[in-house]
């Protein structure tokens, strides 16, 4: 089924005029209630006036996750921080975390766009749910949670973690719906190979995978192991958290909300807009949000976008798989890392500025792995292993404190990273997703 | 009369320990002791050497991480319970040894063995206080 039926299947020249209505108004709202971006738009010479139709977006100044960070907590907002309902804090590449907060209606809006997106990936009313997508500060499971309960699903809310127990209940409460990372459900195909059980007798029949990158390989593989659809679903919580978009059952792009988040395309270096079908960075603007509204924010992600109508009746947009970062931002696990943080608390354990390099791997079907390369200079060396052995130790608690995955550290020997112009490479990716 | 020691850090990749030692070897530098200690990924040599200075310039000029430790070299008498003497000095003491090694050459009928001390000035004093032979600097490079 099709969830909301009126705006994802309307014609797209009356979801132009809904757009064009709502721009205006997130404008006037924001200039008027939010002192960063007033500063903002008076800098690039906009008032609100005039902003007359969607395509007038071009005009507006875009948004950075800088832009978060140095306004952290509350300046970019344009609600009062007493309107907020729900925070959820995230750690940021340097400094300041990032934090979003909803209002009440930030939380319908974000279960009505969950409830499109599950609905999407080919849920029915009375079908049960699995959400382990981890609760708690990442919005992954809550998200779910929210568009699950909009739906009147039933919720098995596992969170992350715990296969075997995942797995049990999964064979004993029969849910046709997983949400979970990708490489997480590879992961748990090897356990329950393990615990006697094959995966091609599970009753998961659709699976809503995101928050890290994979590709069409690891889909077909999924498919294969477990007999399900395996569908991607795209959001930032910069944005919303998961619910941006999603892939219906053709798996052809996924229907990005365009009434509530509208899409651009553009050239990171130029800011112009990219036509259809070629790659760029995708911008989004959040065009209902009241707590924290984004204009014309860079996500980071590249992607292209296909304006044609699917055969599943929906008319948004859809945007294809991200297929890289214009960053070095590195997703682990759901969790983003930025090589920066590292640096930070490297830099922050006294008298080290040492050479780094981060390695991530996968092995086949076990989750990614993160280690941390240190060349040893004179300042670090002892000739007692003890005392390197604490210096690995305190480098990896600083880094699982503030990234919450867990890390190895290696020392090396100096100069052994390898070093391109000068720059010492910093992350190597060796995961084949 | 505490004697220096080379300590290195080397990754466990193979032929890092022939490195070391032929470029000492090439500048004319003698290794009288020698320790390895090794944990899953590194492992840290520890040298005794004719040559300190020398050996310690050559090393960091190969991007070698290198530094000086100061130990304390005794001689012990060779046979049974020769070591345990000298331990049971230190253990009366209180005196907590990192680490320790046998010297590879003998100049007399009594072994030598290097002492790492969490505290050298105390250790050697109660050493010498115990009429225990130190090994001097100059009788090092003397070998």
Redesign the interface.
Same mark, same amino acid.
């Given at each position: 089924m099709i969830w909301n039926e009126k705006i994802e299947t309307m014609e797209p020249r009356a979801l132009k005029d809904i757009q064009s209505d709502r721009l205006k108004k997130l404008v006037a709202y924001i200039y008027k209630n939010c002192s960063v971006y007033k500063k903002k738009f008076d800098d690039a010479k906009i008032t609100p006036g005039q902003i007359k139709s969607i395509d007038d977006i071009k005009r507006l100044p875009f948004t950075v996750k800088e832009d978060m960070r140095d306004n952290y907590p509350y300046g970019l907002f344009s609600a009062s921080p007493k309107d907020l309902v729900e925070l959820h804090v995230s750690s940021g590449t340097t400094g300041n975390p990032t934090l979003v907060g909803y209002t009440k209606d930030d939380i319908k809006l974000w279960s009505d766009v969950m409830a499109r997106t599950i609905c999407c990936a080919g849920a029915e009313p009375g079908d049960t749910i699995q959400i382990a997508y981890g609760y708690g500060l990442f919005t992954g499971g809550l998200g779910f949670h929210y568009g699950a309960m909009e739906m009147g699903l039933k919720i098995i809310p596992t969170s992350s973690g715990q296969t075997s127990r995942q797995l049990k209940i999964m064979r004993d409460f029969s849910p046709r719906i997983l949400a979970c990372t990708p490489s997480y459900c590879l992961y748990m195909a090897d356990e329950a190979r393990d615990m006697g059980l094959n995966p091609a007798d599970s009753s998961w029949k659709i699976g809503i995978f995101g928050a890290e990158p994979w590709s069409a390989s690891m889909r077909k593989e999924i498919q294969q192991i477990w007999g399900m659809l395996a569908t991607d679903v795209y959001g930032l919580s910069e944005i919303i958290g998961p619910g941006v978009a999603q892939e219906c059952k053709y798996q052809d792009g996924l229907h990005i909300f365009s009434d509530v988040f509208f899409p651009e395309i553009i050239d990171p270096k130029t800011g112009q807009e990219m036509p259809p079908g070629k790659d760029g960075e995708l911008v989004i603007t959040t065009l209902t949000k009241q707590g924290i509204p984004l204009i014309r924010y860079c996500t980071r992600d590249v992607a292209s976008i296909n304006y044609e109508k699917c055969r599943c009746r929906r008319t948004s947009p859809r945007i294809s798989k991200i297929k890289g970062r214009t960053d070095d931002m590195i997703i682990v696990r759901g969790i983003n890392v930025f090589p920066s943080q590292i640096e930070h608390v490297l830099l922050g354990i006294e008298g080290t500025h040492p050479h780094y390099q981060i390695i991530v791997d996968r092995q086949a079907h076990k989750l990614d792995t993160v280690e941390v390369l240190v060349e040893?200079?004179?300042k670090i060396?002892?000739?007692?292993?003890k005392k390197?052995?604490e210096f690995e130790e305190r480098i990896k608690m600083e880094i699982e404190g503030l990234l919450s995955i867990g890390v190895k550290v290696?020392?090396?020997?100096?100069?052994?990273i390898q070093r391109s112009e000068g720059k010492a490479k910093r992350v190597i990716d060796k995961r084949i997703l | 009369m505490k004697i220096t020691?080379i %300590?290195v #850090?080397?990754?466990n990749k193979k032929g890092?320990l022939y490195e070391v030692c032929s470029l000492l070897g090439k500048n004319n530098v003698n290794i009288y002791a020698l320790t390895i200690?090794e /944990?899953e %990924?590194?492992g840290?040599l =520890?040298i005794v050497v004719d040559k300190s200075d020398l050996a310690v310039k050559v090393l960091k000029q190969n991007? #070698?991480?290198?530094?000086i /430790?100061e130990v304390v070299a005794v001689e012990v008498a060779d046979q049974p319970g020769g070591l345990a003497a000298i331990l049971k000095i230190l253990v009366n003491n209180d005196i907590s040894v990192?680490?320790m090694y046998g010297f590879v050459e003998k100049f007399s009928d009594k072994a030598i063995l290097v002492f =790492?001390f969490e505290d050298t000035d105390k250790a050697q004093k109660v050493l010498i206080g115990n009429d225990i032979k130190i090994v001097t600097k100059k009788e090092i490079e003397d070998l």
């Open positions: 040893v200079d004179e060396f002892s000739d007692e292993v390197l052995h290696t020392l090396v020997e100096p100069k052994t | 020691q %300590s #850090f080397l990754e890092r200690a /944990t %990924s590194f840290v =520890r991007n #070698f991480v290198a530094n /430790t990192e680490y =790492r």
